[in-house]
């Protein structure tokens, strides 16, 4: 046995997994009483019914500060090491991922913690790797958040300190530009004699070099159809110190019913009905940084924003839905993770309805 044999590797085209199950509310900004409640109970049953449907994993959110608002979306979250710990506990085949800002932890604890997650989910933990954006998660930590390309230095720079402790057999030292370490060392290794999945979540230029150049996977957002092509094929054209070629992970959210016109209803009642503006508001704020944005590309974000915090929005007809899979595919993107509006009841219909199409594509294999 190996890590490649992991879901993570598995030979289907379109990979999928549930994201931001461990926060209040997942991706969605919606007063709809049906929305998420990221209780444990809750996520060990979504937990199991990705397990059992065939997904090859969980994505957690690293969060610290909800989006205010009503709901507070996403206000109240399991932090991600000990949750992913619990579920690969609880789990037996789906791959589950700890989101950790680097900034926010040692790489000498880090490292030895990722790998005892390792241990309990026997090689199943993947980490994704988060440098930070929200100033005021930062200022809560009383970090200093460096310019950006700086962030992405120093997680490089902590990154190959947890590399060396998982694969060196001799203590070392080290004398970085942010960390001067004496002694290092750790044990247990990782479960198999590889790295944990590392996957690196960003999209500006720097971010995605940097997943390619360090991570077996990125995780990117999809601004639009009509580019993504093209920004594929950057990707795939940046240095890589491996043979194998970074795998390039979307992320998105789903709403699908029977008909396009079931779908674009609930749409509108999640968000234009339920939907929670004014965590919309401060959400927007705070990516946008204050920068001038254009009236109109704000209504469009806060939108985005309330279904699915901006990732990709995937709502249509059931066969709609698969269409944007396999469409995402052909363009070169190995899968996607998503968030649903509520992770155990909408299940049924992605379990039910969109795998098998899947399978009929040739996207996955039946389960
Ligand atoms: C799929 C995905 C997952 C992410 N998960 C988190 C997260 O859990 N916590 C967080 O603070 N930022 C998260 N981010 C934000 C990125 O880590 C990154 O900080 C942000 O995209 C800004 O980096 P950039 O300037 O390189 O795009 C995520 C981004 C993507 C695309």
């Known amino acids: 046995m190996s890590?490649?044999?992991?879901?993570?590797?598995?030979?289907?085209?379109?990979?999928?997994?549930?994201?931001a199950l461990n926060c209040s509310g997942g991706l969605t900004m919606t007063k709809a009483p049906e929305r998420w409640q990221a209780s444990w109970d809750n996520n060990v049953k979504a937990a199991h019914l990705a397990?059992?449907?065939?997904?090859?994993?969980?994505?957690?959110?690293?969060?610290?500060?909800g989006y205010r608002g009503e709901t507070d979306t996403e206000g109240t979250s399991f932090e991600t090491l000990t949750w992913a710990s619990g579920l690969l506990s609880a789990t037996r085949e789906v791959c589950v991922f700890g989101t950790l800002h680097i900034a926010f932890v040692n790489p000498v604890f880090a490292a030895k913690q990722i790998?005892?997650?390792?241990?309990?989910?026997?090689?199943?933990?993947?980490?994704?790797?988060?440098?930070?954006?929200?100033?005021g998660e930062f200022e809560m930590f009383g970090i200093p958040f460096k310019e950006h390309?700086?962030?992405?230095?120093?997680?490089?720079?902590?990154?190959?300190?947890?590399?060396?402790?998982?694969?060196e057999h001799e203590p070392f030292d080290v004398q970085g530009e942010n960390f001067k370490l004496k002694g290092v060392e750790g044990k247990p290794k990782p479960y198999y004699d590889s790295y944990p999945v590392l996957v690196s979540a960003g999209n500006s230029a720097e971010g995605r070099a940097f997943a390619v150049r360090n991570a077996d996977c990125l995780f990117t957002s999809i601004a639009k159809r009509e580019t993504l092509a093209d920004e594929?094929?950057?990707?795939r054209s940046t240095p890589r110190p491996t043979a194998e070629p970074a795998t390039i992970y979307a992320s998105g959210h789903l709403i699908c019913r029977?008909?396009?016109?079931?779908?674009?209803?609930?749409?509108?009642?999640?968000?234009?009905?339920?939907?929670d503006w004014e965590a919309a508001e401060h959400a927007a704020e705070i990516r946008t940084k204050g920068r001038a944005t254009r009236i109109a590309a704000l209504q469009?974000?806060?939108?985005?924003?309330?279904?699915?915090?901006?990732?990709?929005?995937?709502?249509?007809?059931?066969?709609?839905?698969?269409?944007?899979?396999?469409?995402?595919?052909?363009?070169?993107?190995?899968?996607?993770?998503?968030?649903?509006?509520?992770?155990?009841t909408d299940f049924p219909a992605l379990r039910d309805e969109v795998l098998p199409r899947m399978a009929r594509l040739g996207l996955r294999q039946a389960h």
């Open 3 to 19: 890590r490649r044999n992991t879901r993570m590797y598995s030979a289907n085209r379109f990979k999928l997994g549930l994201f």
């Open 51 to 65: 397990d059992e449907s065939g997904l090859e994993f969980l994505l957690p959110v690293g969060r610290w500060h």
């Open 149 to 167: 390309n700086r962030r992405y230095a120093y997680t490089e720079e902590w990154l190959n300190i947890v590399k060396r402790i998982w694969s």
């Open 258 to 275: 029977p008909t396009r016109k079931e779908a674009d209803e609930y749409y509108h009642y999640i968000v234009y009905d339920m939907g």
């Open 115 to 135: 790998v005892t997650a390792d241990h309990i989910g026997k090689g199943r933990f993947g980490l994704n790797i988060v440098s930070g954006w929200n100033i």
């Open 300 to 344: 469009t974000l806060k939108e985005r924003l309330i279904s699915g915090l901006g990732t990709y929005p995937v709502v249509g007809s059931y066969d709609d839905v698969v269409e944007t899979f396999k469409w995402l595919s052909e363009a070169g993107v190995n899968g996607m993770a998503i968030g649903l509006v509520n992770y155990i």
């Open 232 to 235: 594929i094929a950057v990707i």
